[in-house]
């Protein structure tokens, strides 16, 4: 996906416009092309398209089907019918921000973005970490770098990204190209980096948070 | 052991091992389930290998450790043919007179048979025992009769033929119509027609194909497809090479539990043992199809079940979940159609195969058909898996062979499909088992496990628990789900605690919407199907909760 292999063009409609696309282009990919905006987190153009914050829902209507999917990992069909803006949309994506807000009350892309669909920061208790776990670090040190200097352990509501000290001590003083991918104003991975490379394993960063 | 290269030869070879079994010969056949494990069967293994030695009996008796009975609540359980003789809860010191007195002298020992906890009526016979007696034992009937690490146990109740009718007798589209006939669909939660999963994973693209069997049995309280899978490795092997004919496929994989080693070892052994008999592998009876299988580990999280997140797992990445914009029959592992059912979807399919559509579909009600299994826990008699056909009421199921409710205590609720799943209030408990008719009671199926909650079980409680175990057993990569959950289970634990505030329950459903809609898979999607059942059928628990906490804050204020 994201890669257009085929060129055969296939016509949909995002919020009534038509608009041209092709053959494996993401619905977010076509939306761009015609300058219809829909807001992202976790999606960057250098990296394979993720599907994790989910701000980038949609309203996707299929042979008279409605369902709410990711636009930046939907593949475009004939006869497509997309609705960037809905209730449904807007009251889904200001949950999502609420909860990340959670995490990240100061981030200025989160900050915007609850202004525009009326998110309260404090409609849940904040959380001690301010990750929100979209993962551009990760994968642009992965996928770019091709370093692998920071990944993500544990799962659930556990899951956190952790630099690896043996590869960070190398690599990452003279790279930090991933601070400023952070919507979160590069805290989180600065945070992280530091405290992996200050501290040795057992004062794991989980038992120093709390 | 002979290669075996053509349907006759198949024959000729069950002829053979029948040949040497005679069907009056006692048999002790005593279960070796996850189940009766627990219960230290092995030392009556042990205790009747010492005895028939010390006796000189070795060849007047055979013995055989069997797969799991089902009964797990009277483990261990002793099988005692050609009579059909049952002991329940036998020890190893009950082992010298089982076999002076009835495998020998055929006279049944009272004390060790089983007794109606309500009425004492006593069954000495399997098929006499209010358990046993209201199940349709298809699938797990075989069980009591096979040493799972003996192939020729397999042959010995008419293993394989299935395979040897559809390798040498049918075309790939013959079984892919049979199967579509029976209207199969798939155990493992979904309850998605096979027949179309695989016409799909057929009619894709490409030269390479795999089959698998989703073992990873992750549902809490499930504990049907471990029976299965360890204690007939054979009927699901058997099912998925039939499957692999049929879609084209020469790869499967049998992805299950890192956690239980007898498992991988049955099925290592049956894979190894029906190699050597020209059943799997190069050629496969003479038909001039092959097909292999690997065994895959899962990852030991819950999501690790999820169609995409298994794929990933077995591609070697960690088990998250893709998108499926694209169907995993169509792209699935490395890219490839990937036909996945789980392990009592393929154990159907020899059944199918041998006796025909017309037979199978004879079975269960409109739109779910054959038998199912399932796994009985939480407060009720008699723990264990049951067979039964579609159709029968949760209430038979439940008191019939379940036995009811321990202590004298009231039914509450029976919940379906663990922590994805829904709970039925008492009044709604003549419900068939059905795919639709539960699902539209919001409390479908599932895999099969059947948790019973007594009167004393708090709908706010069991909520919990599942939202607490999804939080720690989802993968945690998108926000909807990981966050969704996380405040969900905030909400409810102070619920439950005497903190909880008016609005909270519309909030919970807020953010369930939410989840429903916007998780990138099943997992998210459905991780508020429990709270969702419980408010629909116990919301004023959850009510007198709230009020409870504004009584006591409004009399802090007074
Ligand atoms: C979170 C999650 C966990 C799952 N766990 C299992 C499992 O343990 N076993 C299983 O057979 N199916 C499981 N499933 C369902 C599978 O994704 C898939 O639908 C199934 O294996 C297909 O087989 P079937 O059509 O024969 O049911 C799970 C689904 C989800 C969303
Ligand atoms: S819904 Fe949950 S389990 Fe599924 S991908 Fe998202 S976080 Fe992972
Ligand atoms: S931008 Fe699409 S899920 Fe994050």
Redesign the pocket.
Same mark, same amino acid.
């Given at each position: 996906m994201g890669k257009h292999k085929k060129t055969s063009e296939i016509i949909i409609q995002i919020d009534g416009k038509e608009v041209k696309a092709a053959e494996g282009m993401t619905v977010l990919e076509a939306a761009q092309s015609a300058d219809i905006f829909i807001p992202t987190l976790c999606h960057h153009e250098k990296l394979e398209p993720y599907g994790a914050c989910r701000i980038c829902t949609v309203e996707a209507e299929v042979r008279g089907w409605t369902k709410f999917v990711a636009a930046c990992l939907y593949p475009v069909e004939q006869d497509l019918v997309v609705r960037t803006r809905s209730e449904k949309v807007d009251k889904i994506r200001k949950m999502i921000l609420e909860f990340l807000l959670a995490h990240a009350p100061y981030s200025p892309q989160l900050q915007d973005l609850a202004q525009e669909y009326g998110a309260d920061q404090d409609s849940f208790e904040k959380e001690s970490s301010f990750c929100i776990l979209c993962g551009l670090c990760v994968r642009y040190c992965a996928e770019v770098k091709k370093k692998n200097a920071v990944g993500f352990v544990d799962c659930g509501a556990r899951r956190e990204i952790r630099f690896i000290p043996e590869i960070a001590a190398k690599e990452c003083h003279s790279c930090k190209e991933c601070f400023p991918l952070c919507p979160t104003s590069f805290l989180q991975a600065a945070f992280v980096l530091t405290e992996s490379l200050a501290f040795s394993r057992d004062s794991s960063p989980t038992a120093l948070k709390k | 052991m002979p290669r075996i290269n053509s349907a006759s030869e198949l024959e000729e070879l069950r002829k053979g091992v029948l040949s040497k079994r005679d069907p009056d010969k006692p048999c002790i056949a005593i279960c070796a389930g996850m189940g009766c494990l627990g219960l230290s069967n092995g030392r009556v293994i042990s205790a009747f290998e010492k005895e028939i030695n010390k006796k000189d009996l070795k060849t007047k008796v055979d013995i055989r450790a069997t797969g799991c009975h089902g009964y797990c609540e009277k483990g261990p359980m002793v099988l005692i043919y050609p009579e059909e003789i049952c002991y329940v809860e036998v020890t190893p010191k009950d082992v010298p007179e089982i076999v002076s007195q009835t495998v020998l002298r055929k006279k049944v020992i009272d004390r060790l048979i089983y007794a109606d906890p309500d009425t004492g009526e006593k069954a000495a016979h399997q098929a006499e025992i209010p358990f046993y007696k209201n199940q349709m034992r298809h699938l797990i009937g075989n069980n009591a009769k096979i040493d799972p690490r003996s192939i020729d146990d397999y042959l010995a109740v008419g293993g394989y033929s299935a395979l040897s009718k559809s390798l040498l007798k049918m075309s790939p589209e013959q079984i892919l119509e049979e199967i579509k006939k029976a209207e199969l669909?798939?155990?493992?939660?979904?309850?998605?027609?096979?027949g179309r999963?695989w016409e799909t994973a057929r009619n894709a693209p490409g030269k390479e194909k795999y089959v698998? =069997? %989703?073992?990873?049995?992750?549902?809490l309280g499930?504990f049907m /497809?471990r029976a299965i899978l360890s204690g007939n490795p054979h009927s699901v092997l058997e099912g998925l090479i039939i499957g692999a004919y049929a879609i084209g496929s020469h790869q499967g994989f049998i992805y299950t539990r890192h956690d239980t080693p007898q498992l991988k070892n049955n099925i290592d052994m049956a894979l190894t043992q029906a190699e050597e008999y020209g059943l799997l592998g190069e050629n496969i009876l003479g038909s001039g199809f092959d097909f292999h299988v690997e065994v895959h580990l /899962?990852i030991g999280i819950? =999501?690790?079940?999820?169609?995409?997140?298994?794929m990933r797992s077995i591609e070697g990445n960690p088990p998250e979940?893709r998108p499926k914009y694209i169907r995993t029959s169509v792209s699935g592992i490395w890219g490839k159609p990937s036909a996945? %059912? %789980? =392990?009592?979807?393929?154990a159907n399919v020899p059944l199918i195969i041998d006796k025909g559509s017309e037979w199978y579909t004879s079975t269960g009600t409109e739109r779910s058909k054959g038998t199912k299994l399932v796994s009985l826990s939480g407060n009720i008699v008699n723990t264990g898996v049951a067979e039964v056909p579609f159709g029968t009421t949760v209430r038979e199921i439940v008191f019939g062979i379940g036995g009811g409710i321990p202590n004298g205590k009231k039914i509450k609720a029976v919940h379906f499909g663990g922590?994805?799943g829904g709970s039925i209030p008492e009044s709604l408990l003549d419900t068939p088992l059905d795919f639709d008719e539960l699902a539209k009671l919001g409390a479908p199926i599932g895999?099969g496990s059947m948790l019973v909650l007594d009167e004393d079980t708090s709908m706010v409680d069991i909520t919990r628990y599942f939202l607490d175990f999804?939080s720690n057993?989802?993968c945690g990569k998108c926000v909807p789900c990981r966050e969704g959950i996380r405040q969900m289970l905030r909400i409810l634990t102070n619920i439950r605690d005497g903190k909880g505030r008016e609005g909270d329950i519309e909030l919970l459903e807020e953010i369930s919407e939410v989840t429903g809609a916007a998780s990138l898979?099943?997992?998210g999607?459905?991780a508020a199907d429990p709270l969702l059942s419980t408010l629909r059928y116990f919301r004023d628990e959850y009510e007198a909760n709230i009020a409870k906490m504004k009584r006591s804050a409004e009399k802090r204020e007074l």
């Open positions: - | 669909r798939g155990r493992g939660g979904g309850g998605f027609p096979a999963k698998i =069997v %989703n073992g990873h049995e992750g549902e499930a /497809d /899962d819950f =999501v690790s079940g999820e169609s995409s997140a298994l979940p996945l %059912n %789980n =392990v009592e979807t393929w922590p994805m895999a999804l057993e989802s898979c099943a997992l999607k459905t």
